[in-house]
């Protein structure tokens, strides 16, 4: 199988849970690089927060922000943007909020709450490196929303929420966990399904040649579209089950170890 490049998730796939880029991920994205094998990431996070990745990994392709809800150069400027509908972004809010989970709102390079003391801020503080705004009420920002976020650490309430939101929203947006705390709401073209093809299309490289990696339940729909899966190790089984091979995890380099068995000695 031919591979021309490799998209990969962020969180839990490209960092360590300590949110770290090791030595060794930086030096197999290099070799990518020398091979002239494309590389280029995608996250539920938003592009800003995926800016300390650009210069270690001599990124210079696209940033898929957002699960591809906003896509940019590395510098930030935009490429595609898809914002919810207003209208779907404060359906999706009052939902988020009659369930009683803490909601924060992503609009333009901004993130927004209102409630400073909720136990997950400093945690994205240190993933995003950006300081939220903290705001009165959401209005004005729903109005150009690319991603509205419910946050509970009940995870199992938390995934009968996305079930129920995914149904109740249907084609109007896409609900969907970037991670077991944090329920995200987008554009329903901002989804790694849709995200995968639109990045590889701006690279220039067909999905057949396309290797991708992760380790959440919304990197499934990136395994389906493209010619090579890799699950991480820390993956759930039933990501693990989706993917065609199962690396390490990321806290044993796991990323490494896929590009170089199965990409750069393959």
């Given at each position: 199988?031919?591979?021309?490049?490799?998209i990969?998730?962020?969180?839990?796939?490209?960092m360590?849970?300590?949110?770290?880029?090791?030595?060794?991920?930086?030096?197999?994205?290099?070799?990518?690089?020398?091979?002239?094998?494309?590389?280029?990431?995608?996250?539920?996070?938003?592009?800003r927060?995926?800016?300390?990745?650009?210069?270690?990994?001599?990124?210079?392709?696209?940033?898929?922000?957002?699960?591809?809800?906003?896509?940019?150069?590395?510098?930030?400027?935009?490429?595609?943007?898809?914002?919810?509908?207003?209208?779907?972004?404060?359906?999706?809010?009052?939902?988020?909020?009659?369930?009683?989970?803490?909601?924060?709102?992503?609009?333009?390079?901004?993130?927004?709450?209102?409630?400073?003391?909720?136990?997950?801020?400093?945690?994205?503080?240190?993933?995003?490196?950006?300081?939220?705004?903290?705001?009165?009420?959401?209005?004005?920002?729903?109005?150009?929303?690319?991603?509205?976020?419910?946050?509970?650490?009940?995870?199992?309430?938390?995934?009968?929420?996305?079930?129920?939101?995914?149904?109740?929203?249907?084609?109007?947006?896409?609900?969907?966990?970037?991670?077991?705390?944090?329920?995200?709401?987008?554009?329903?073209?901002?989804?790694?399904?849709?995200?995968?093809?639109?990045?590889?299309?701006?690279?220039?490289?067909?999905?057949?040649?396309?290797?991708?990696?992760?380790?959440?339940?919304?990197?499934?729909?990136?395994f389906?579209?493209?010619?090579?899966?890799?699950?991480?190790?820390?993956?759930?089984?039933?990501?693990?089950?989706?993917?065609?091979?199962?690396?390490?995890?990321?806290?044993?380099?796991?990323?490494?170890?896929?590009?170089?068995?199965h990409?750069?000695?393959?």
């Amino acid at each position: 199988m031919k591979i021309s490049a490799l998209i990969s998730d962020v969180d839990g796939t490209l960092m360590t849970h300590d949110k770290v880029l090791t030595t060794r991920t930086c030096e197999a994205v290099a070799a990518l690089h020398a091979r002239g094998i494309g590389f280029a990431a995608i996250s539920g996070r938003p592009p800003r927060g995926m800016r300390m990745l650009v210069e270690p990994l001599a990124l210079t392709n696209p940033l898929g922000g957002f699960n591809g809800g906003q896509i940019t150069n590395p510098d930030l400027s935009p490429l595609e943007e898809h914002a919810l509908a207003p209208e779907t972004a404060h359906r999706a809010y009052d939902m988020l909020r009659g369930y009683g989970l803490d909601v924060w709102v992503f609009s333009g390079q901004d993130w927004l709450l209102t409630n400073l003391d909720d136990s997950h801020v400093a945690g994205e503080i240190r993933t995003v490196h950006y300081q939220p705004l903290v705001v009165r009420d959401f209005d004005g920002a729903l109005e150009s929303a690319f991603k509205i976020v419910g946050i509970s650490a009940d995870h199992e309430y938390l995934a009968r929420c996305e079930a129920e939101m995914q149904a109740a929203l249907g084609e109007a947006a896409s609900a969907s966990r970037s991670q077991s705390f944090y329920l995200d709401i987008t554009h329903p073209q901002a989804n790694k399904a849709v995200g995968v093809q639109r990045l590889a299309a701006l690279m220039g490289v067909p999905m057949a040649e396309v290797a991708v990696i992760g380790d959440g339940h919304n990197d499934l729909g990136m395994f389906a579209q493209s010619g090579l899966s890799i699950a991480m190790g820390n993956a759930p089984a039933d990501v693990k089950e989706k993917a065609r091979f199962v690396t390490a995890s990321n806290d044993q380099d796991g990323l490494a170890e896929a590009i170089q068995k199965h990409i750069l000695d393959a």
